[in-house]
């Protein structure tokens, strides 16, 4: 799954890795890298946040933002401020759950509203983030 990255556009919702240039010394944890800038919206507790930094040795490309009520209208909005700010072979990787009530967020439909398009869907599994702790549904 983490071969050969294809040349993407720049226009790109991704579900599965990103497109990234390596630096000499990156640590991966599934499908992300201590290279990759990373916003964590909706995590109540943090520990997917503490999984990924235990993982990468540090924490400083990681941000959070854990206000549920407000999820669905700031992803939305982040998807609208990303088309522009993506660069060559940049991707925006969304991982949520799609079961109610998070099916009716429509995020696909969000991001093509945005001029972005799916590019792959994968199945998020627990057991390949130790330490992460799904607190919510």
């Known amino acids: 799954m983490l071969g050969p990255r294809p040349k993407l556009n720049r226009h790109c919702m991704h579900m599965d890795y990103w497109a990234i240039k390596l630096e000499p010394f990156t640590k991966w944890i599934k499908h992300y890298s201590s290279c990759h800038k990373i916003l964590l919206v909706g995590e109540s507790d943090y520990s997917f946040a503490v999984c990924l930094a235990k993982a990468f040795g540090s924490a400083t490309n990681i941000k959070t933002f854990a206000k549920l009520r407000v999820v669905k209208r700031l992803v939305k909005g982040f998807l609208k401020s990303a088309h522009d700010k993506l660069e060559e072979n940049e991707e925006i990787q969304v991982i949520h ?7 009716k967020w429509e995020i696909e439909k969000s991001a093509e509203d945005a001029g972005l398009f ?4 994968v199945n998020f599994r627990v057991s390949d983030y130790p330490g992460y702790e799904n607190k919510i549904g």
């Open 97 to 103: 759950k799609t079961t109610y009530p998070f099916k």
């Open 118 to 121: 799916l590019v792959k869907k």
